[in-house]
T-cell receptor, first 110, second 111 residues
Framework: SQQGEEDPQALSIQEGENATMNCSYK?????LQWYRQNSGRGLVHLIL?????REKHSGRLRVTLDTSKKSSSLLITASRAADTASYFC??????????FGKGTTLSVSS | EAQVTQNPRYLITVTGKKLTVTCSQN?????MSWYRQDPGLGLRQIYY???????DKGDVPEGYKVSRKEKRNFPLILESPSPNQTSLYFC??????????FGPGTRLTVT
């Protein structure tokens, strides 16, 4: 069963613009993780934010978490063509098992 | 290099012919899992394992088996594959509660 749901499903922007993706989830979490997947390839972990954290940064990535609204957002600043990929949020179930949303497909054109 | 390997990467088979997809990790992770990815459905967990000899069903376990005899290996077994098991399969591993490392994927086609 899907726990996280990303929004929007698809996003097209120009290089240099910022990209924001949102994730909503249903039950309480230990942490929330964001992953990137280039077409047909394995997922790559981007960032993990714990339930007691509100914001986290990693390079051009900024993740926020609002546990009262059961939502998270991923901001990619100054997007590049290489950022073109699908982005997934994932929440933990039973402490370890990850439940993924269906993803946001980001296209960055030069 | 820390990695998760899967073999084969591509497989075309016929209905009913038993197959095994291997998964191995070199990070001494306790946790391993298998996912399938289908268009419009995202990633769905098939089975997972918290440690050696400990396995449990995910969301879509029907038609699959797994075993965890060694910490580093977690093979996925399809005893009698059917066309609805045509999919892209990913193995992943992690320490408990940590980020997951994914293998490169196995694209399976069952005719």
């Amino acid at each position: 069963s899907q726990q996280g749901e990303e929004d929007p499903q698809a996003l097209s922007i120009q290089e240099g613009e910022n990209a924001t993706m949102n994730c909503s989830y249903k039950t309480s979490i230990n942490n929330l993780q964001w992953y990137r997947q280039n077409s047909g390839r394995g997922l790559v972990h981007l960032i993990l934010i714990r339930s007691n954290e509100r914001e986290k940064h990693s390079g051009r990535l900024r993740v926020t978490l609002d546990t009262s609204k059961k939502s998270s957002s991923l901001l990619i600043t100054a997007s590049r063509a290489a950022d073109t990929a699908s982005y997934f949020c994932a929440t933990t179930r039973g402490g370890t098992a990850l439940i993924f949303g269906k993803g946001t497909t980001l296209s960055v054109s030069s | 290099e820390a990695q998760v390997t899967q073999n084969p990467r591509y497989l075309i088979t016929v209905t009913g012919k038993k197959l095994t997809v291997t998964c191995s990790q070199n990070m001494n992770h306790e946790y391993m899992s298998w996912y399938r990815q289908d268009p419009g459905l995202g990633l769905r967990q098939i089975y997972y394992s918290m440690n050696v000899e400990v396995t449990d069903k995910g969301d879509v376990p029907e038609g699959y088996k797994v075993s965890r005899k060694e910490k580093r290996n977690f093979p996925l077994i399809l005893e009698s594959p059917s066309p609805n098991q045509t999919s892209l399969y990913f193995c992943a591993s992690s320490g408990l509660g940590d980020e997951q490392y994914f293998g490169p994927g196995t694209r399976l086609t069952v005719t």
